[in-house]
Structures are given as structure tokens and as C-alpha cells.
């Protein structure tokens, strides 16, 4: 069996003890007789599963106890919608931070429960810095202050905490939760899809500081209310089981690897790997302001762009797949997770290296 290295951004490269246990209890978990697939969500075994999952979260997060743990389906694109639905409160606007491509999505779907005020944007230089927040216009009665804390698409990541006072802090963090500690206490709500860096596709995870639920707007679908799927245990509806599943595994992987200072440790050696070489010499270029680049998802270009095709033909033929940067931005990308091994990243560089003396 040859696995590749996966740089996929999402869904995305799982650790591979992860998977070699999931197979192993594929037919029978803990001698149950059948797969966590066919478990009632309601029955002890799957509830127990649950459970685990989610004080293993608490517990690598350090969430503080006034904090509600949601499991939901829809992804952050549906968090899209369900954030204003759920954190307006009465209010009428919500204050938004424009970084690229998801923040964008954010604002658009936003725009259709209240209205937007963009505190801040960096697109006068095409999303490749963090505005800072001297430059924020903030508004009093926002009903919260939206970031996406990493660009998966451009980049970016907000290496610092945005301090918005009174006004709930709303946090896309799909691409990047998990790969660091976070202050949760300083954040309203954080959201995000699994399948960037936790686990399957299928799962939204959802942090929520409990005073502000309970207020959704009338017309907000059962299943989308925080307050009622919080009541309910996430299992208003029939929670994605085996993706919370796996997810509660990774979740141990995480803890069995020594927690989050440690993951971060190594991403940050991860990152920096990759970087150092981007920023060396001038054949292949790094857009993002360094402060602000992304340790989770890479972006590069190569200078001369005809040579595209040969770059990802031979990191293939070299086992390394999914590094063709997104179509609204050309380019390479190597999204390097939690469960991408500093191995892969160092091939990677091997790569790079050799194709640049060829070539440059
Ligand atoms: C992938 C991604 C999304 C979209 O997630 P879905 O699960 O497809 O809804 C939103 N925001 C960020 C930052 C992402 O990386």
C-alpha cells in the first residue's frame, strides 16, 4: 500500500493511526457486534461516544465551563447564515472583517438577516495582510464582530486576538481550530467545518458562550437553533455519528501527542520550513505579509507561471498530491494540517529545491 502525501486543503490528510483504528473497528466496535455506522444515535454506546468526543474538545481547548459544544451538519457555509440568525439578538447590523474569499462568502450570506457594516478590508491589496486593528471602524451596536481567523484560500492567519469590547468576537475557524491553543473566553462564538483539520466532512463544530443564545429570530429553523440543539445535546436531528466518531479519535491522537502547545510547536517548525525556502531565493514567491502568512495553508507561485504544469506533474510523480493552488487564485497551495508530517513538509522542500535547480 503506497500512500501519498495529501495537500489538500479540505477535505483533507487524517493521521494514520486514526484511520488504521476506525478500519479495525469497523465491524464491531468494542464488541458491540456492529459498527458505529449502524449505532442508534440514542443508544449508549453511540451516547458514550458523544460524550467522550466532546469532553476531549473541552479538555484540548480548555473551554471554559459557560461555553456551550455544539456537533452540526451544513459546514461553516451554513454558519453562515445560522450565525446571524442565532447572535443578532434584536439588532439589526453586525460588524465584519474582510480578509478574501471566505470572509467574502460570510458578508454576502450575512447581508440577508441584517445589515453589514465591513469594519475593515484588506482587499486594496488583494487579501494579502490582516488589516490591523487601529484601522477597524467598528460599530457600538453591532450584534457581534465577525473574522475568519485563517484564509484557507489566501493565507492568512490572525496570529493576534481582536479585542471588540462589549460586542461579541465570531471566528470562522475551519481551517486552522485545533492547531494551537486558543483563549476561548476572549471569542463569542467559534465555528468550523471538520474537514480541514480535525476529521471527516459531514461535521460543524461550534463553541458558544451560553448568554448569548436563546435569542434566535423567530423564523430560525429548530435544527439551526444554537439554544434548542444546545438543550437537545446536538441530537435535535441525527447528529453526523461516524464522523463524530472520528473526530473523538483525532481528538485523542491530539491529546496522546501531548495537546495543543505541542501541535502548535510543531506546525510552527512545519510552517517555517516551508517559508524559509519560499523567501530564499526568487523563483517561487510567497504573496502573504510574513506577520500574517498562514502556518495551516501555504500559498505560492511560481514566477514563471508556464512551468505550473511541470511543478505539479513531478510532485505527483513524487507522491505529493493536491498542491495546485485554488482557481480565484492560480498559483500553488500546500495545506499542511495537523496530520501532515514534518516528513511530507521536508519532501516537499527536497522538491521545491530540485525542480528550482532545473529549472532556475
Ligand atoms: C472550507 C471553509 C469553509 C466552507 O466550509 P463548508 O464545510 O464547505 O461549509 C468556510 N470557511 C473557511 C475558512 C473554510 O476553510
Not at 451544513?74 to 447590523?93: F, K, Q, Y
Not at 474582510?98 to 487579501?127: H, L, M, P, Q
Not at 467545518?193 to 429548530?222: C, E, H, M, Y
Request: proline share 5%.
Amino acid at each position: 500500500m503506497a500512500r501519498v502525501f495529501n495537500f489538500s486543503a479540505g477535505p483533507a490528510v487524517l493521521p494514520e493511526t486514526v484511520l488504521q483504528q476506525a478500519a479495525a473497528e469497523m465491524l464491531d466496535w468494542h464488541g458491540s457486534g456492529m459498527s458505529v455506522m449502524e449505532m442508534s444515535h440514542r443508544g449508549k454506546e453511540f451516547v458514550s461516544i458523544h460524550a467522550e468526543a466532546e469532553q476531549d474538545l473541552r479538555e484540548l481547548l480548555a473551554v471554559p465551563a459557560n461555553y456551550k459544544v455544539l456537533f452540526l451538519q451544513g459546514g461553516a457555509i451554513a454558519e453562515n447564515a445560522i450565525v446571524p440568525m442565532n447572535l443578532l439578538r434584536g439588532r439589526n447590523s453586525a460588524d465584519y472583517v474582510n480578509t478574501g474569499e471566505w470572509s467574502k462568502k460570510s458578508i454576502k450570506e450575512a447581508k440577508k438577516y441584517c445589515s453589514v457594516n465591513v469594519a475593515a478590508s484588506s482587499e486594496d491589496r488583494k487579501f494579502t495582510y490582516i488589516p490591523p486593528q487601529q484601522s477597524w471602524k467598528l460599530s457600538a451596536d453591532a450584534g457581534y464582530v465577525h473574522i475568519c481567523s485563517n484564509e484557507t484560500i489566501g493565507g492568512l492567519e490572525y496570529h493576534w486576538v481582536p479585542d471588540t469590547g462589549a460586542v461579541p468576537l465570531v471566528a470562522d475557524m475551519s481551517s486552522h481550530l485545533l492547531s494551537r491553543p486558543v483563549d476561548v473566553a476572549r471569542y463569542g462564538l467559534i465555528y468550523g467545518g471538520a474537514q480541514k483539520n480535525i476529521g471527516p466532512a459531514g461535521l460543524t463544530l461550534v463553541i458558544v458562550r451560553d448568554d448569548l443564545i436563546g435569542q434566535a429570530a423567530a423564523f430560525t429553523p429548530s435544527a439551526f437553533d444554537y439554544k434548542q440543539q444546545a438543550d437537545a445535546d446536538s441530537m435535535l436531528n441525527t447528529p453526523p455519528t461516524y464522523a463524530i466518531y472520528v473526530a473523538g479519535l483525532v481528538f485523542k491522537w491530539l491529546k496522546a501527542q501531548g495537546g495543543l502547545a505541542e501541535i502548535e510547536r510543531r506546525n510552527i517548525a512545519k510552517a517555517k520550513l516551508l517559508y524559509d525556502y519560499l523567501d530564499e531565493g526568487n523563483f517561487f514567491l510567497s504573496p502573504v505579509e510574513p506577520r500574517d502568512r498562514s502556518r495551516m495553508n501555504v500559498p505560492f507561485k511560481l514566477r514563471n507561471e508556464a512551468l505550473d504544469e511541470e511543478f505539479l506533474k513531478g510532485a505527483r510523480a513524487h507522491g505529493m498530491v493536491q498542491l495546485k493552488g485554488h482557481r480565484s487564485v492560480g498559483g500553488m497551495r500546500a495545506s499542511i494540517y495537523n496530520a501532515m508530517p514534518v516528513d511530507g513538509v521536508q519532501q516537499l522542500v527536497a522538491y521545491m529545491r530540485e525542480f528550482e535547480n532545473k529549472h532556475g
